[in-house]
Nanobody, 125 residues
Framework: QVQLVESGGGLVQAGGSLRLSCAASGRSFRNYAMGWFRQAPGKEREFVAA????????NYADSVKGRFIISRDNAKNMVYLQMNSLKPEDTAVYYC??????????????????WGQGTQVTVSS
């Protein structure tokens, strides 16, 4: 059974930084792409960032490009999201997802098999 556990969320002022972490277990982590999505109150879940199995391919939503960095450590079964220059509109619950395959940095939620429970990020103005 795959388990994904996010951590690192919290309250930060606009312009600040946070680093989210996601610990994965249950199947061969290094074979699968990983992604971060977020959901704000009253809105649908949206793509934030993704990384291929090797780390060599990444994708970002236009709204976070240049501010967020996704990375992974296959030796530790971890994926990270470094968030810089945070804005109030980044406020959401952030979810880590594990994709069904690995070769690309997938941007659609249906391409992901498993999800974590989410971690709250709140950015105050």
């Amino acid at each position: 059974q795959v388990q994904l556990v996010e951590s690192g969320g919290g309250l930060v002022q606009a312009g600040g930084s946070l680093r989210l972490s996601c610990a994965a277990s249950g199947r061969s982590f290094r074979n699968y792409a990983m992604g971060w999505f977020r959901q704000a109150p009253g809105k649908e879940r949206e793509f934030v960032a993704a990384v291929s199995w090797s780390g060599g391919n990444t994708n970002y939503a236009d709204s976070v490009k240049g501010r967020f960095i996704i990375s992974r450590d296959n030796a530790k079964n971890m994926v990270y999201l470094q968030m810089n220059s945070l804005k109030p509109e980044d406020t959401a619950v952030y979810y880590c997802g594990e994709a069904s395959v690995g070769s690309y940095a997938y941007t659609r939620s249906y391409e992901y098999d498993y999800w974590g429970q989410g971690t709250q990020v709140t950015v105050s103005s």
